[in-house]
């Protein structure tokens, strides 16, 4: 059963992608993406498109290779396999992706506002020596007042809430003018209203066309937030597609292995973490839902 | 109550000072200067200053206070060398000095490129050693305390014509070098992941930052001597990092610290006839220290005042004192 559900679900998540998609190319093409530390291989054939504006959520447990799969994605692993970004292999382009890592090595005492933060991701426009010009200062500006951060551009960096430095990453990210962002847990000891806010700037990259990989194991939201879901466990990709074909009890289980299990309750389903998770999360925030929840209206047959 | 005694007893003893000082401008500030020896100690101590204020930003910034004073120790062997060699012809210990620093700056990020060994047991290791293989090689030298001394806590007396050279060009090159890299400096210290996907040469500019590192030192080993080298590099940034939250302005009043110490250290050390290197050090801690003791007074100030909710207009998050741009 196992084996069956690795081979045959990533080509049926293709045709399940393939079927809505816009005719232009895609922003960001991923072709048998593989890629490891110290020779040591920790993804796997990784393959899938997305398309401008579009929002993908990756889902696995700590350890499936989500953040392995975005530093590969950046160039800071070495990789094997072809990304594209619009069409040209990412080398030409690297500005065009915009990472948000989960920092947690960063000096949050280091005397820098968040405009200086913000006008970092400039620095390959600006180039060597150079100081930054008008369309420097404009793409700072226009990066800080989408985040909704352009108020607070003078604050040292650590006087910002935990959600309010994401916004600012983002920025970051934006100023850089990448088409594609790359989003690492970014709701991790972040409260509902600073995880509401960072929602909302991603609905403003999604008017705008820019595609959003974010990396999540809240489920719950996957399931609402996402126009895809790329699911990963064991450096695998176990499934990409829309969010209703995607989401199904035998892909979660797959997916979270026997920390989570799903009972059919009427016409959905509900989700039951069958197993403490604190000592594989450094963040001490859970993979699934301790209680039992109804899963959202999507997942709903 | 007693607070403001005190304060203005120290007003009172400033307005005296300052009093005695104007009064007797030409006897204690300039007469110094009439002698070419004196006064070429000032412009390097000043030099000095002023470069290691610029470097030692990056220095706190990255938590290299233990590299820095390892740095300094490790450029014994070089110096050892050529003063075997050069019968007290100083600028030749500069270039001694100056290979020695770059190549332990090198040897250093070369040793801490990978995370295999942590880079404060690294450097404990190989720059421990190297001092001892200098000590080692001076202890040779027949009058051994008193030109081992000299090379631990400076001899600004002996600056040269030819020295004060040296220290102005290398100065001016490390300040350069500092102002070209300044946006890529800034980023590899606060985010090198970000810097590694925009594919920034990161393990470059590190390298180029210790070397800079490497040539302050060398630059000011003469002025306060290997021993009291990481003071300078660490107390003129530390003080200008109480006063801002921008790397720009922190280098600037770094080295306007730094100047002030070398300027003052120099007159104290003068009059009062104690060691250069000390006076300096010494001056730039007392600013630190009145900066520092001043923060924490206005920040209890802020706190009783905030107890009180006089500033409840204040929106929450916000520090008692935002510093201003």
């Given at each position: 059963m196992a084996e069956r559900l690795f081979e045959a679900l990533p080509a049926d998540a293709h045709e399940v992608a393939a079927a809505d998609c816009t005719p232009s190319a895609p922003v960001l093409a991923v072709q048998n993406l593989s890629a490891g530390y110290n020779g040591k291989p920790v993804l796997q054939n990784v393959s899938f498109d997305v398309y401008a504006g579009q929002r993908v959520g990756i889902i696995g447990p700590n350890g499936a290779g989500k953040?392995?799969?975005?530093?590969?994605?950046?160039?800071?692993?070495?990789?094997?396999?072809?990304?594209s970004i619009q069409g040209a292999p990412c080398r030409q382009s690297h500005t065009m992706i915009g990472y948000v890592p989960q920092y947690e090595a960063i000096d949050w005492k280091f005397p820098v506002t968040v405009w200086d933060v913000v006008m970092m991701g400039r620095a390959r426009q600006i180039g060597y020596v150079l100081l930054p010009r008008r369309r420097d200062r404009e793409a700072v500006r226009q990066a800080l007042e989408r985040v909704g951060m352009w108020a607070l551009r003078k604050r040292q960096i650590g006087e910002l809430s935990g959600g309010q430095r994401r916004r600012v990453f983002i920025a970051r990210a934006l100023a850089q003018r990448a088409n594609v962002l790359l989003l690492d847990e970014p709701f991790t000891g972040v409260d509902a209203q600073a995880e509401a806010d960072i929602y909302e700037v991603l609905d403003v990259l999604r008017d705008e066309g820019i595609a959003v990989l974010l990396a999540t194991h809240n489920l719950v939201q996957a399931a609402t937030h996402f126009d895809r879901l790329l699911l990963m466990n064991g450096g695998r990709m176990l499934a990409f597609g829309d969010p209703q074909a995607v989401y199904t009890p035998q892909l979660l289980a797959e997916t979270f292995g026997d920390r989570i299990a799903l009972w059919r309750d009427g016409d959905g389903y509900v989700m039951v973490a069958d197993k403490p998770c604190h000592d594989h999360d450094a963040h001490g925030d859970h993979h699934a839902p301790a209680h039992p929840q109804p899963v959202p209206e999507a997942v709903r047959e | 109550m007693g607070s403001w005694m005190t304060a203005l007893g120290i007003w009172g003893a400033l307005r005296d000072g300052w009093a005695v000082l104007a009064a007797n401008f030409e006897t204690l500030v300039l007469e110094p200067l009439r002698y070419p020896l004196l006064a070429r100690s000032l412009e390097a101590a000043i030099v000095v200053g002023i470069v290691s204020g610029v470097v030692g930003t990056y220095v706190v910034v990255r938590g290299m206070a233990f590299f820095g004073d390892a740095l300094a120790h490790a450029i014994l062997p070089g110096v050892a060398f050529m003063y075997q060699r050069a019968n007290g012809r100083t600028d030749d210990l500069f270039w001694g000095g100056l290979v020695a620093g770059v190549l332990s700056a090198l040897g250093i990020g070369w040793l801490t490129r990978h995370e295999r060994i942590k880079e404060d047991t690294a450097i404990g290791v190989v720059f421990a050693a190297m001092f001892a293989l200098g000590i080692a090689m001076i202890s040779r030298i027949d009058n051994y305390a008193g030109d081992l001394s000299h090379i631990l806590f400076g001899q600004i007396l002996g600056v040269s014509a030819g020295d004060l050279r040296l220290i102005v060009i290398f100065g001016a090159l490390v300040l350069a070098v500092v102002a070209l890299f300044y946006k890529e400096f800034l980023i590899i210290s606060f985010d090198p992941m970000l810097a590694r996907t925009l594919r920034l040469?990161?393990?470059?500019?590190?390298?180029?930052?210790?070397?800079?590192?490497?040539?302050?030192?060398?630059?000011?080993?003469?002025?306060?001597?290997?021993?009291?080298?990481?003071?300078?590099?660490?107390?003129?940034?530390?003080?200008?990092?109480?006063?801002?939250?921008?790397?720009?302005?922190?280098?600037l009043i770094s080295a306007l610290i730094g100047a002030a110490s070398s300027i003052v250290g120099f007159y104290v050390s003068y009059h009062g006839d104690v060691a250069t290197g000390p006076a300096i050090v010494l001056t730039a801690t007392s600013i630190f220290l009145f900066v520092f003791v001043e923060q924490q007074i206005r920040q209890r100030l802020g706190f009783i005042v905030r107890l009180h909710g006089l500033r409840e207009t204040a929106p929450a998050g916000q520090p008692a004192f935002p510093h201003e741009h």
């Open positions: 953040s392995t799969l975005f530093k590969a994605l950046v160039g800071l692993l070495p990789h094997q396999g072809e990304i | 040469p990161v393990e470059l500019f590190r390298l180029l930052l210790l070397v800079l590192i490497g040539v302050t030192i060398v630059v000011s080993l003469q002025t306060v001597g290997i021993a009291l080298m990481v003071a300078l590099l660490v107390t003129p940034a530390a003080t200008a990092n109480l006063m801002t939250h921008r790397l720009l302005p922190m280098m």
